[in-house]
T-cell receptor
Framework: DQQVKQNSPSLSVQEGRISILNCDYT??????FLWYKKYPAEGPTFLIS?????DKNEDGRFTVFLNKSAKHLSLHIVPSQPGDSAVYFC??????????FGKGTKLSVKP | DTGVSQDPRHKITKRGQNVTFRCDPI?????LYWYRQTLGQGPEFLTY????????KSRLLSDRFSAERPKGSFSTLEIQRTEQGDSAMYLC?????????????FGQGTRLTVV
């Protein structure tokens, strides 16, 4: 059973608009969450993270929101740019310090 | 340091052959992970090392798979008697575990194709 779920396999957004990528998790013991971005034929690149003691973390155009009671986090990208087109993975750190990944959401930002 | 390095980038092998991949982590990182990613899936945890000690193995890591990190620096992942189902991207990542909430940095991966 998947502990980290990204229920939208794909998302298409117009350039300049907001992209919202969602992620749900089942294990309340997860205490650190990360978003990675992946281009084809490359490894995932770290984007932004959030500790479970916070509900928001912002870095430039990227903001991650955490709702612990709902076991839900989201990544907001605003404004979206064509270069943001990639697969975005949500990940959670377990008690061993390992990262558990979702299946990813493919974001397409159209000019 | 240029980040996590994996070699080779691509490997095509015949079914039944053995293959070995290498990962060089970021030099000061004491934790090293191996993940596998197949099409449409996120990276799936295989195993990790804290320095030279292999501390955890996923049930995905069958007896045909073995990983080593002999000096606590680079690591190798060997797959014996490869099967077509082993075709995937094998990703290595490293992190500095003294800093609890820190990201893992990934290499570019080794794409394995078993024919």
């Amino acid at each position: 059973d998947q502990q980290v779920k990204q229920n939208s396999p794909s998302l298409s957004v117009q350039e300049g608009r907001i992209s919202i990528l969602n992620c749900d998790y089942t294990n309340s013991m997860f205490d650190y969450f990360l978003w990675y971005k992946k281009y084809p034929a490359e490894g995932p690149t770290f984007l932004i993270s959030i500790s479970s003691i916070k509900d928001k973390n912002e870095d430039g155009r990227f903001t991650v929101f955490l709702n612990k009671s709902a076991k839900h986090l989201s990544l907001h990208i605003v404004p979206s740019q064509p270069g943001d087109s990639a697969v975005y993975f949500c990940a959670a750190r377990d008690s061993q310090g390992n990262l558990i990944f979702g299946k990813g959401t493919k974001l397409s930002v159209k000019p | 340091d240029t980040g996590v390095s994996q070699d080779p980038r691509h490997k095509i092998t015949k079914r039944g052959q053995n293959v070995t991949f290498r990962c060089d982590p970021i030099s000061e990182h004491n934790r090293l992970y191996w993940y596998r990613q197949t099409l449409g899936q996120g990276p799936e945890f295989l195993t990790y090392f804290q320095n030279e000690a292999q501390l955890e193995k996923s049930r995905l890591l069958s007896d045909r798979f073995s990983a080593e990190r002999p000096k606590g620096s680079f690591s190798t992942l060997e797959i014996q008697r490869t099967e077509q189902g082993d075709s995937a991207m094998y990703l290595c990542a490293s992190s500095l575990e003294e800093v609890r909430n820190t990201e893992a940095f990934f290499g570019q991966g080794t794409r394995l194709t078993v024919v």
